[in-house]
């Protein structure tokens, strides 16, 4: 991204038990020359607690941590071009995205995915722009389960927030689309950091444990045969980065 874009935004990553080598914070000082002098805002996490397939509380983490009202949250494998970031700084004021105008519900807008082989994808569920006070009174992401998304997409719709996909807007304003990395897309040479991603994606020996089938335990909660869990943050978590050295 250009410095006055990446200025504009706070940086925050949720390291949630990743191996030594490609943990966060080596990544980033891996990029210690392409960050000289970026004067980025960058903060790490790290859950200390072992626990299997905790995406939902580290959202949740990444949510109670952050320092601004809006939030964009991403997934590792979306790559998000400097015109789509600045987008994104402006897209509540942008009375043309769907729903903006006639909606007074709270809402979270969600974006189509372009794969390297000119294949637009439907919204990833966890990938999204929200204000912390839409993200809570969501009742924010389900920590019960093993779902990436915490089933965020599901309660939302449940707690009656309202959901906009901006494509169609973004492609009336000539705003670039979400890029989908994948295995046939190379690291741009400024992204340094995909490299770990990349590395990950080669490395098929990694320990990963398959999650449970929860089909007929989520469908109770979306049926209201079962609560919502309000229990967050169920683990210790450490400020990696910065430190008192750095």
Not at 91 to 103: A, L, N
Request: aromatic share 12%.
């Amino acid at each position: 991204w250009k410095k006055l874009t990446r200025g504009k935004f706070n940086f925050l990553i949720i390291d949630d038990g990743s191996r030594p080598g490609l943990k966060a914070v080596d990544v980033i000082a891996g990029m210690e020359h392409e960050l000289a002098g970026s004067k980025l805002d960058l903060e790490i996490y790290e859950i200390e607690d072992d626990l299997c397939w905790n995406i939902a509380g580290a959202r949740n983490l990444a949510v109670y941590m952050a320092k601004t009202d809006y939030l964009y949250l991403g997934d590792a494998d979306t790559i998000v071009e400097d015109d789509t970031a600045e987008y994104m700084l402006n897209i509540k004021y942008d009375d043309e995205v769907e729903f903006r105008s006639t909606e007074k519900r709270s809402l979270y807008y969600q974006f189509d995915r372009i794969r390297s082989d000119g294949v637009t994808r439907k919204p990833h569920p966890a990938v999204m722009v929200i204000s912390k006070q839409t993200y809570w009174t969501s009742g924010g992401c389900d920590e019960d389960g093993f779902f990436t998304s915490g089933k965020f997409r599901q309660r939302a719709k449940w707690a009656g927030v309202k959901i906009g996909n901006v494509t169609d807007t973004m492609v009336k304003r000539g705003v670039s689309p979400l890029r989908e990395l994948d295995f046939a897309t190379p690291c741009p040479d400024s992204m340094a950091n995909c490299i770990a991603m990349e590395n990950f994606k080669k490395d098929n020996t990694l320990p990963r444990p398959e999650k449970p089938d929860q089909t007929i335990y989520w469908k109770m909660k979306l049926d209201g045969l079962k609560p919502w869990s309000n229990d967050y943050l169920r683990f210790t978590w450490k400020r990696a980065y910065p430190t008192s050295s750095n």
